[in-house]
């Protein structure tokens, strides 16, 4: 299982995928805000959403793990 | 005036306390939790938690902040820039509880607020504005017919937008139709109104702004000009005063339209009023900012004046205190850099603690920091930490001390744009002093492409 991590802190803006999704490397899963700006979080590698962990108005930190993929 | 309560953040906050403390006035600072223990808490006389971090919770409670005001019995409060600074609704609140809003009548601050609104209202006092439409568009035909008489390329716009926000250049009909419904639903989630309208886009223009004060007397006058076209993702980065490459005649026209258009609304208090001008000088009315800028210490600089205890004795009801316009002069030359805790190459924000910083500092050189060695830079503000103001004789003298402190200058702990400014300083795209707006993306474009040979 791979994780995706955050980038920076900031809070969630945008979920742009659902569980179960098959996504391509560099496809936006999520956009962050922060600092009054908005950051397109992509995918590092092509794979199939397990679980998000973080949900629109959250915040996180950087580090946290955003989404894991099978 | 002998108390002000300050509904900001950060270096603004900072840089208005300091006036207050010079003129005896005491001081009421707010703070979100994120902001517990930057400077401007423990500068400010009082200070008072206002509420979690993130700006709808805490610095944006306009009720509260004025329940706050009323509880510890101020007469005023200064909005600072950005939060609730052009809100006409908070001005008119407090006011009602009998405490001075530091700024325009609430009706000058709707009527520019108003982008349509005030092209109209400029058009009627013979300020020229960028060709475009005098009405809101309904729908996507009416956009393509006004359109093609304006003449392609075109900015779409949403007449409630501004700073940047809320825009987007349309090249041709295919990319109007493209973009005419999701600027319409942006503009509506981000300021409440889908009216748009469209205006002609000018080709390698320069962003210049007039500096206007009025006083409740009827006196009005101009501060000089401001060029502000270093910017990146249409945000200031530099702003110089004097502009560079600006014909003197030129100079004048634009103050006059300036205050023409301040006049023309019966400006009380600071003002900006913004300009595009083209290669041949010709200037557009873009947009009027009713409050003080981000970039006011360079023109503090140029003409001596302190803009802060200005803005506080007109508010006080006293006249301004220059009011002849030919006793006000400009000396040198001054340009502020906005220091950003940004990526300096991807301009991703870089939020962290501040573990050092170090600046060389000598005379005619003002720093505005709204942090200090170990505060922490968090992601819910803006990016801006600190701004440097140099100051001297002339431009060439100005951009030397400017090389010499970046040069030196270092903060560690997040990520700054100083790095940018040491090489761009070097560039003769800026040292001419002739560029427009998109010099940076073009000096970044022409590095990358240097790194890649």
Known sequence: ??????????????????????????????????????????????????????HEGDFVNEGDVLVTFE | MKKVLIANRGEIARRIIKTCKRLNIETVAIFSEADKDLPYVKEADYAFLIGPSQVQQSYLKADDIIALAKREKVDAIHPGYGFLSENAEFARKAEAEGITFIGPKPETMEKMGD????????????????????????????????????????????????GGIGMIRCDDETTL????????????????????????????????????????????????????????????????????????????????????????????????????????????????????????????????????EWQLKVAAGEELPVKDQSSIKSHGHAIEFRIYAEDPKTFFPSPGTIASQSWETEEDIRIDSGYEKGDKVTPFYDPMISKVIIHGENRKLAIESAQKVFSSAKIEGVKTNIPLFQQFLKDESFTSGEYSTSVLGEWMQRQREEVSK
């Open chain 2, 177 to 308: 139709v493209k973009h005419f419904e999701s600027i319409k639903t942006r503009a509506k989630s981000y300021f409440g109104s889908d009216v748009v309208f469209l205006e002609k886009f000018i080709d390698s223009s320069r962003h210049i702004e007039v500096q206007i004060f009025g006083d409740k007397h009827g006196n009005i006058v101009h501060l000089f000009e401001r060029n502000c076209s270093v910017q990146r993702r249409n945000q200031k980065v530099i702003e110089e005063a004097p502009s560079p490459n600006f014909p003197q005649e030129a100079r004048e026209k634009l103050w006059e339209a300036a205050v023409n258009a301040a006049k023309a609304v019966d400006y009380i208090n600071a003002g900006t009023v913004e300009f595009i001008v083209d290669h041949n000088h010709q200037f557009y009315f873009l947009e009027m900012n009713t409050r003080l800028q981000v970039e006011h210490p360079i023109t503090e600089a140029i003409t001596g004046f302190d803009l802060v």
């Open chain 2, 115 to 162: 982008k349509i609104e005030s092209r109209i209202t400029m058009i009627n006092a013979n300020v020229p504005v960028v060709p475009g439409t005098e009405e809101g568009l309904a729908t996507v035909e009416d956009a393509i017919l006004a359109a093609s008489s304006i003449g392609y390329p075109i900015m779409l716009k949403a007449s409630a937008g501004g």
């Open chain 1, 1 to 54: 299982m791979k994780n995706l991590e955050s980038s920076m802190a900031g809070t969630v803006f945008t979920v742009n995928v659902a569980v179960g999704e098959e996504v391509s490397a560099g496809q936006v899963v999520m956009v962050l805000e922060s600092m009054k700006m908005e950051i397109p979080i992509e995918a590092e590698t092509a794979g199939k959403i397990a679980t998000i962990n973080a």
